[in-house]
């Protein structure tokens, strides 16, 4: 697709065009349900002849307002909100996934997500084969099988902020007839859009940097419209098979490139109901309008924090894309030469132990679980969000146990490194 407008426009008045005596700003409908004149009116919209908004659980205005933004600055054709990053993660497998299916993922990924793919799907009988983030285009090709339906990455992981070849896994994905499905939560469309290297879905948290704030949990899938569903039909029935549960619908004959998006809404939002509140949708919308300002901040901080740390005797390592000498440093120049995050992850000499020490003495910068938010902070994964993972499943997931990820906010870089400078020196 085009591109007419800028990202910073987008972000400010995307998604919502009210017309005359409408409000200005992005309204709450915060309503269950939608009101019909006839049977036949309602009939045709659950037969899906007619689009149309009938229950929450399925659309919403407001929360389809923030999906038209977040889609217009991912530039796909398609998108939909979810409750959480997670219901957008399983939403996106799930789609064109069941039992008895595989597929296939960079192992450097968010723990949750790990968590899905390794234990939950594969309870569901979808099975998983993890390939390392810096495989060769063989080895990736390699973890393909008959039955593997799409490949899976993060643009940057979190939490080790190591950089994928989006590149090199688009190409194997689509020299076999695969969809490719990036996680971008990291980078935010501000400053990497998936699709123009090769993705064909991208699926967000916009818990974390979109909203900005820390106030929603929620997420988001965005639909290329590239991927051509039907030249690969035997793989992928329930896009082109009719729908048992539409009176056999088609979905990539009835919806053409909303084929994708539209069944996650149909299908799985209706089954399994995790739609986006509009009360959410509202802040994370809020939250949006100031992505493009925020996303520069956060990656100001974050480069001088770890050109501090760099510095600092007490640090065993740093990692951040941005450094020069960064294992991902050649990487980031190609894919992200206005910035890559926010975040960035070090270790301590001394190991784990000397990480939980210094980190109790931070005052500004608190530990939290969250991360990509206005406020600095810190989380030692092997100690918290990670703490279900062995230390063979960490080291899998390039989360060494000594790495504290630290989240630069928006504050002041000075102050931010004043805090480290006094937690060092007490
Ligand atoms: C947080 C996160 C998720 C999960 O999102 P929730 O909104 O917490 O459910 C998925 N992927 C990445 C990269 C994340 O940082």
Not at 30 to 39: A, V
Not at 286 to 311: F, P, T
């Amino acid at each position: 697709m085009s591109k007419s407008r800028s990202n910073e426009t987008v972000c400010v008045q995307g998604g919502w065009n009210p017309q005359k005596g409408e409000p200005r700003i992005l309204p709450i409908i915060q309503s269950t349900t939608f009101k019909y004149d006839t049977s036949e009116q309602m009939a045709r919209l659950f037969d899906l002849e007619e689009s149309g908004y009938f229950y929450s659980r399925l659309q919403n205005p407001t929360s389809d307002a923030v999906a038209a933004k977040i889609t217009e600055l991912e530039g796909g054709v398609a998108g939909m909100l979810t409750s959480s990053g997670q219901a957008a993660s399983f939403f996106s497998i799930f789609n064109i996934c069941s039992a008895g299916d595989h597929f296939v993922s960079s192992s450097t990924i968010y723990g949750g997500t790990y968590n899905l793919f390794a234990v939950t799907l594969k309870k569901m009988g979808i099975e998983v084969t993890f390939v390392d983030q810096n495989a060769s285009a063989e080895e990736i090709a390699r973890a393909i099988q008959p039955n593997t339906k799409l490949i899976f990455g993060e643009s940057i992981t979190n939490p080790g902020v190591q950089v994928l070849d989006i590149e090199k896994f688009a190409n194997v994905a689509h020299e076999h007839g695969l969809p490719l499905i990036i996680d971008n939560t990291f980078p935010t469309p501000i400053n990497f859009r998936p699709i123009e290297w090769g993705a064909d879905i991208v699926m967000h948290s916009t818990t974390k940097y979109m909203d900005g704030h820390a106030t929603s949990v929620g997420g988001a899938i965005v639909d290329s419209g590239n991927f051509d569903w039907n030249k690969y039909a035997d793989k992928f029935p329930g896009l082109t098979q009719p729908d048992d549960s539409y009176h056999g619908l088609t979905y990539t004959k009835a919806f053409g490139k909303g084929a994708y998006i539209t069944k996650a809404v149909v299908q799985l939002m209706r089954d399994l109901g995790a739609p986006q509140s509009p009360q959410n949708a509202f802040l994370t919308n809020i939250g949006i309008e100031s992505l493009h300002l925020r996303m520069k901040q956060h990656c100001a901080n974050a480069q001088k924090v770890a050109e501090y740390l760099q510095e600092r005797k007490e640090v065993a390592w740093v990692q951040y894309p941005g450094l020069k000498g960064d294992k991902y440093y050649d990487l980031a120049q190609k894919y992200y030469p206005n910035g890559s995050c926010g975040v960035l992850a070090f270790g301590l000499k001394g190991g784990r132990e000397e990480s939980i020490a210094f980190m109790d003495k931070l005052k500004l910068i608190s530990i939290v679980t969250h991360v990509a938010d206005a406020r600095s902070s810190v989380l030692h994964p092997a100690s918290h969000s990670h703490r279900q993972l062995s230390d063979a499943q960490l080291r899998e997931a390039g989360v060494p146990p000594d790495l504290i990820r630290f989240s630069a906010g928006i504050e002041s870089a000075d102050d931010i490194i004043a805090d480290i400078e006094q937690a060092f020196d007490e």
